[in-house]
C-alpha cells in the first residue's frame, strides 16, 4: 500500500487527491499547500492525512513513497527534483518541467536512483484514447496521413504559460501515445489578444517522418468549447469528439484511392477532376471503457512502483512533449518559420 | 433584360445556368460547352437558348450581352479576356484567374471598356455572410481579434488546382468583404497524400494589420464534411456554421476583459490565474434571409450592368484573394516560412 | 416506354414530375393544373409534354398509359377512380384516398381490370427505411418492442386534412413497410390552436399484435424541425433521423435482459433495483443508397406495370394506413379513448 | 443552524448530504442507513455526523432538526409521518408518497404542528426551469399551447415503481411550477417489455383547462439519453434541453397567425392551405444560473425552515404530481381511455 502525498491542492490537485485516496495499492498520506483554505478543504475531507503547510515536510514525511506534483509549471522541476533526492518516487503533472533541459536532469536523477518518474498526460489513460491507439496500431487505419486537432474553449488564461504549453500539451501527449513516427519540424503561428497575457491562440503543423502532419488549434479565447481530434488514414478515418458525451470515438470506412481504370471516356465536366475513386462506407461507433481516466492513471502509477516497470507515460515521454512545446514556441515567435526537430528521439 | 452567355455548363454551370434564368433583370441567351452530353442537357432544360459547342460563337452572339465564364481554373483568363475585348461584361467563377497579373489585366481591360467584371464570390450573397458583416461594421462584435474557419471534406479533388486553391478561396473572398484590415503575411502548411495529386490538406495563417489573424483549415481528405468559422472579438463573437440547416450564424455575449480590481486576497490557487473577467452571456441566434444567394449574386451582376456600378464583388476583390492565394502557395512550398504581403491592397 | 400524366402541379406535383421525366421506363406526357401560373411553369420546363387545363383531356390523351394523382387529398378517390376507368395504370398520392371505404373501391376496380394502384409513398423507397426493413426480416433487431416516432415541424397547415393525415401517414406507411404486426387497438390525443383550423399536433399510440407498440408524435406548430424514430428491441435498438445529411439510420447494441445469477447478496440500496443486465455494446452507422427515393419509386411503378407486378406500395397498403387514420381520427375526438383495429388486416 | 438527518444513503441519497453539508444555513447532523457499507461510506465522508442503522435513532436524535427521507418511495409515508410526530421539518425525495391519501395525511400532519414540508422537485430548482417560469408569467410566451417532453434514456429500471412514478413524475413537477392551468383529464397509453417488470414505456397527455395539452413521453428501454422539452405558446415557442451542456434554453420566435387579408388571389396549388402567416424569428439562447439545483434547494429548505415560509415545492405541489401520477396509472391500465381530474386543485 503506496503512501501518496500531494504538493498542490488548487485546481487539478483535488482530483489527483480523490483518485489518490480511491484507487487500489496507494493510499491518501499527505496533502500540502501554501493556502490555508486549500489546507482547511483537504484537511476536512481527508481527515486522516497529514496536511503541511511547508512541501519539505511532505517529502520528509516517512508515510510518504511517492509524491505527486500538482503546482504551477514554473515549479514542477524544483518540487520533483527534491522528491527524487528524499528518494520518493514522482508523478509531476503536465508538462512535466519548463525546459526539456529540467526534463532530462529529472529523468537521470530517477535513472540513477531506481525510482518511478512519471508525468501526468491523463488523456493517455482515457478509453477513447486507448482504443484509437488500437485501431492504429493493428493497421485499422493504415497508413497515418493526418492527425488534426482543435482544443478550444472560453479561459482558463494561464498566467506562466502560454495556450500551447497549457493546452497543446495535451495533444503532443496523445501523439507520442498513438504514432510512432517522430516530428521532424514544427510551424506554428499564434497571437496574444489580451494585454499582458501571453498567446492565448495558436496553431502548430508538425511535419512527422514518413510524411503524416499533425496540426493543433488551441485557444483559450473561443466561445464554444470544441475538443475534436480528425485523424486520417489510406484505410479508415477517425473522429474523437471528447465533448461527446458518450459516443467519443467514431470510425468512418471512408477514403480515397487512386482509380486504375483509365480508359473510361470522360465528359468535358469532369476533365478537371482526377480519376479517383471516393469510398463513402459505414461508420462504426466503439462502446469505450468508462472507468475514470485518473483513477487508471493512478493505479498505474501505484502498479509501476510496484512492480519496478515503466509508465505508459514516463520521464521520456514527458520530455519529448517539452521538447516538441519548444521548437513551437520557437516558431511561434517567428510567424511559423519551420524549426528542425530531426534527431529529437534520438537524443531523448 | 441582359442577356447572359454561360461557358461551361459542368458541375456548377447548371446552377449560374439556373439562376440567370429566373433572376430579375436578365435572361439566359447562350450555353457553350465541349461536351455533347453537357449541350444536350442544356438544350433540353433551356430550348429557347442558343447551344454552342464553340466558346467564340457564343461570346460573338449579339444576343449574348454578359459572359459568364464557368470553367477549369485554367482557362477563366483566356475566356474573360476574349469577353471583354468582345464587349461584353463577365462574371467569372472563382477564382477570378490563376495568377494575379492576370488578374490585373483583365481589371485594366473592363475599367478601359467600362464593363462590369465580377468574380463568383458566392458566400458574400449568402444571408449568413451579410448578417456577419452588419454585425462587424455596426461595432457590435468589436475589435476583431481572429478569425478561424474550418472548411473539410471528402473530396472533390481538382486536378489542375490544389485545395487552397479551391477551399481556402471562400473563406478569403468572405474575409475579404467583411474586414478591412489588410494582411501583412502569411504562413501556410500543408501536405498531398494522394499521389500524383496537388495538395489535400492545408493550414493557413494570415496576420492582419491592426494585430488580428486569420487561419483557414481545408482539407479534401475529411471523413465528414465541416463549415466552421468563429470570429473572436472584443465585444461578441460569432459562430458561422454554414452545415447548419438554419441556425447558421450565433452571436456570443462572451469574452475577457482584464479585472481592474488589483487588491482583492486571492487564494494560493488562484496566484496561477491571470487577473480576468471571464463574460458568459446571451447567444443570439437571428435569423437570415433565405434568398438563394446565388440568384441574389446574378441579380447584383445584373443591376451593376443596368446601373454602370461598381460589384460588391469585382475585380479589385478577386485579385486580392489571387493575391493571397499566391502568398499561401509560396509559404506552403516552405513549410510555413511567412510570406511578407505588405503593399497588397494599396498595389491592387 | 410508359407515358405518364400528372394530375396536379402544386406544391409536390412538380417532384412527381420530374422522377417521371428522369426514371428509367417512363416518360412525361401530360401535365393538367387549374391553375394557369402553374401550366405556364410546367409548359416552360416541360415543353414536349402536353399541358392541360381538364383533368378529363389528361385522361382522354392515349399518350398517358399511367396516371399520377397529386391534387388534395379529398379529389384522390374521383380522379383515380376516373384513371383506372379509362383503362390506366395510377399512382395516387398518400392518403391513397379519403376513406377506406374510397380505398376499397379503387383497389376492387384495379383488380377487375388487370390495373397498378399504386400509392405514393415515399419513405419506404428511401435507402434509411429499405435498411431498417433489412435489419427487422433479418433478426438483427430482434423481437420488436416499440416504434416510436417524433415528426414536427412548423407548418404546412392543411385546410382539407388535419395533422394526422398530412404528416402520421408517412410513419403508418413506414410501419406497414418494415412491420408484420397487426395494429390491434389505437389511442389518439391531440388538440387545434389556430381557430378555423383542424388540429396541428396529436400523439397515436398504437397497439400492435404480440405486444408492441407504435407512438406518433405529429405537429404543425413545433419551433424546430424533427424527424426521428426510435426502434426498440430485444437485440439491438435503431435511431432513424431523417434530418441528418448522412447518419440517418444507426444501430445500438444496446438492451436490457433478465439477470439470472439470483444468489448474490445485495446492499441495501440495491433493493429498490431489478436484477437486470443492461447491455451498453458498439452502434453501428450503415452506409445507405443515396439514390432519391421519388426517382426509385416511379423506376418500380414503371417496372410494376411493365411485368405486371404487384407494387412494393400498392392499394392494399394504402387501404391499411387509411384504416389506421380513421381510427385514431375516431379516438382523437374521444381524448384518447380507445378504438379497436382488430380484423384490420382480414378486413382488407 | 439546522441540522440535517438523512435516511437513506442509497442512489440519490449522498448528493442530498452533500448539499445539506455545504448548504448555508445548516450542517448534516446524521445519517441513517440498514446497509453496512452506505454507513462506512457515509462515516468515512462525514466523519463528524451520527451514523445510525435504525431510522428512529436518527429521528429521536436532538441535534437533527429536519429529515431528509432518500429512500424507496413505498417508505417515504412512514418515515415523513414518523418524522412529522417528532416534530422535525421534512424534506421527501420524488414522489412525496405512494399515494394521494397518504400525501394529504402528510400535509395535514405539517399544518397541524407548523412544520415544514417539502418534497424533492429538483428541477424546479435548476436555472432552466426558473427561465422558463418567468417567460411564462412575463408574457413572452404568449398564451401556453403545449408542453411536449421526451425523457427517455436506458435503465435504470425501478423495482417498486413503473416508469411513470420513475421519469414523467420530473415533469409533472415542471408543469406544476411553471403553468397554471389545472390539468382536466388525462389519457395514458404504455407497455412493459421486460418479464416480471413494471412499466418501461409511456405516453401521457393531459388535457389542461383553457385548452392547452401537456405530453410526456417516458422510457427506461431508449438506447439514446433525450431530456427535450417543446413549449408552445401564441408568442413564443420554448425548447428545453437538459442534455445540452451550456445551451439548455432557447427561445424561438416563431409561429403562426390567422392571415386577416383575405382578398388576395390565390393560385389553385395555393388552395389547399390556409391562410395562415408563419413568423421565422430570431433565437434568443439566455444564459442560465449555473449554481447546483440541489444546493439552492436545500438553502431553500433552510430558509424556509428559518422563516416559517412555504416552500416553492411544498406538500400541495406533492399531492398535486402523486394525483396525476394516480389519473395517468389508472388510464393506462385502460389503453388510454381518459380519466377525469376535473376539481383536482379544489381538492387539493
Not at 14 to 24: G, K, M, V, W
Not at 332 to 340: A, D, F, T, Y
Request: with cysteine.
Amino acid at each position: 500500500m503506496i503512501g501518496v502525498g500531494i504538493i498542490g491542492y488548487g485546481y487539478w490537485g483535488p482530483n489527483l487527491a480523490r483518485c489518490a485516496a480511491e484507487a487500489d495499492g496507494c493510499h491518501l498520506a499527505s496533502v500540502a499547500d501554501l493556502s490555508p483554505a486549500a489546507r482547511r478543504r483537504a484537511s476536512q475531507r481527508y481527515p486522516s492525512a497529514d496536511i503541511e503547510e511547508d512541501w519539505r515536510s511532505l517529502i520528509a514525511n516517512p508515510k510518504v513513497d511517492a509524491v505527486i506534483v500538482a503546482t504551477p509549471t514554473r515549479w514542477h522541476f524544483e518540487l520533483a527534483l527534491a522528491a527524487l533526492h528524499a528518494g520518493k518516487h514522482v508523478l509531476v503533472e503536465k508538462p512535466i518541467a519548463s525546459s526539456s533541459r529540467e526534463a532530462r536532469i529529472l529523468i537521470e536523477e530517477a535513472e540513477r536512483r531506481g525510482l518511478v518518474l512519471m508525468v501526468d498526460h491523463t488523456f493517455v489513460y482515457t478509453g477513447a484514447v486507448q482504443k484509437i491507439r488500437d485501431l492504429i496500431t493493428s493497421g485499422a487505419v493504415g497508413d497515418i496521413y493526418y492527425y488534426d486537432s482543435t482544443r478550444i474553449n472560453l479561459g482558463l488564461f494561464q498566467a506562466d504559460v502560454n495556450v500551447v504549453w497549457d493546452l497543446a500539451v495535451h495533444d503532443l501527449a496523445i501523439l507520442d501515445f498513438v504514432m510512432d513516427a517522430s516530428p521532424l519540424a514544427v510551424s506554428a503561428t499564434g497571437a496574444g489578444h489580451i494585454t499582458g497575457s501571453p498567446e492565448n491562440m495558436a496553431h502548430l503543423t508538425f511535419y512527422l517522418e514518413g510524411g503524416a502532419t499533425a496540426h493543433l488549434n488551441v485557444n483559450w479565447l473561443a466561445p464554444v468549447k470544441v475538443r475534436r481530434t480528425l485523424i486520417g488514414g489510406s484505410r479508415r478515418m477517425i473522429v474523437y469528439d471528447d465533448v461527446e458525451p458518450s459516443e467519443k470515438v467514431k470510425v468512418y470506412d471512408r477514403g480515397v484511392s487512386v482509380d486504375g481504370e483509365a480508359d473510361l471516356p470522360r465528359a468535358e465536366e469532369e476533365l478537371n477532376r482526377l480519376r479517383l475513386n471516393y469510398r463513402m462506407g459505414d461508420i462504426w461507433t466503439p462502446q469505450l471503457s468508462v472507468k475514470e481516466a485518473l483513477l487508471t492513471e493512478m493505479e498505474h502509477f501505484a502498479q509501476c512502483i510496484e512492480n519496478g516497470t515503466k509508465p505508459m507515460t514516463g520521464g521520456s515521454s514527458g520530455l519529448r512533449v517539452v521538447t516538441l512545446l519548444e521548437g513551437a514556441t520557437q516558431s511561434l515567435g517567428r510567424r511559423g518559420q519551420p524549426v528542425e526537430l530531426a534527431g529529437m528521439r534520438a537524443a531523448s
